[in-house]
């Protein structure tokens, strides 16, 4: 573990020291559960310290995909939903915890948009991998209301489903070599919507 800390911090492009961290950390984690003595962090500690590792090398450089990838990774790992289609022991955890994590979740994911949103601005709103972020988180939340999670798509007053077509909107400006991708992926998302909502 402190290996690829090590090796992220000499070379935030290093892509196998992420994708290492990638398949250790969920490791890490089960053992910590069953051995406390190893550690006493909870998902939560291991999730925010990832992603102020995540932010170290996003506002570092903007640019490489690397860091983005494993935010990506992070986000989707984060997720409660994620654990409940899995995890089997998932029925035995009750409401009020459920609801805890999740709204640490969407705490998160708000917190993430901020973050980026400002480095967006930093960069003119000319940084391709910042929109892709604002766009994951924008879409996490669309996902979270389709999951069941009343009241997602509109967490804090924003409404997800209208940034996260806007980000695709300033995609196709900024990547026009990949407008038709950008085009697809907002009718896919509209058609989701109206399934969802009808």
Known sequence: WEFSSEKIYQNFSNGSAFHYRSKLLP??????KSNSELSNKTKSDWIQEELELIRNAIFTEPDDQTSWWYFRFILSWANPMTD?????????VN??????????????????????QELV???????KWGLLGLFMIATHFCDLEKDGVRGAV???GENWLEHAQSYLNSLKELDPDRKHRYESISLELTNSSTMTNG
């Open 27 to 32: 490791l890490l984690l089960h053992y910590s």
């Open 84 to 92: 409940k289609k899995t995890d089997a022991e998932s029925c035995a």
């Open 95 to 116: 409401d009020e915890d459920d609801n805890e994590e999740m709204e640490e979740y969407k705490q998160t994911l708000y917190e993430e948009w901020t973050s980026i």
């Open 121 to 127: 601005e930093a960069e003119g709103g000319e940084c």
């Open 154 to 156: 509109e967490y804090e």
